[in-house]
Nanobody
């Protein structure tokens, strides 16, 4: 069982940066693939980024590629999402998620709001 708690959201102007953090409980964090999803008002939740259990492999949605960077510190049980060159369309609730092995993500945080003003 893993519990995930996001932090770092807030209000930022377009072109600005934010770093989201996701702290995980449990001693098996290093065995989990971790990801970030987001959900804008009136839209479905969408994939943002993913990082392998070791941190050696990452994958991004086309909409954030080159602007966002996912990373993790297994010693601190934390995964990060560095968001640069933010756009108003990045406004959403951002969710941290995790899974072991293949299959669907089955652990979710409560979400953190990111608002980008134009």
């Amino acid at each position: 069982q893993v519990q995930l708690v996001e932090s770092g959201g807030g209000l930022v102007q377009a072109g600005g940066s934010l770093r989201l953090s996701c702290a995980a409980s449990g001693r098996t964090f290093s065995s989990y693939t971790m990801g970030w999803f987001r959900q804008a008002p009136g839209k479905e939740r969408e994939f943002v980024a993913q990082i392998s259990s070791s941190g050696g492999s990452t994958f991004y949605a086309d909409s954030v590629k080159g602007r966002f960077t996912i990373s993790r510190d297994n010693a601190k049980n934390t995964v990060y999402l560095q968001m640069n060159s933010l756009k108003p369309e990045d406004t959403a609730v951002y969710y941290c998620t995790g899974r072991r092995g293949s299959g669907s993500y089955n652990y979710w945080g409560q979400g953190t709001q990111v608002t980008v003003s134009s």
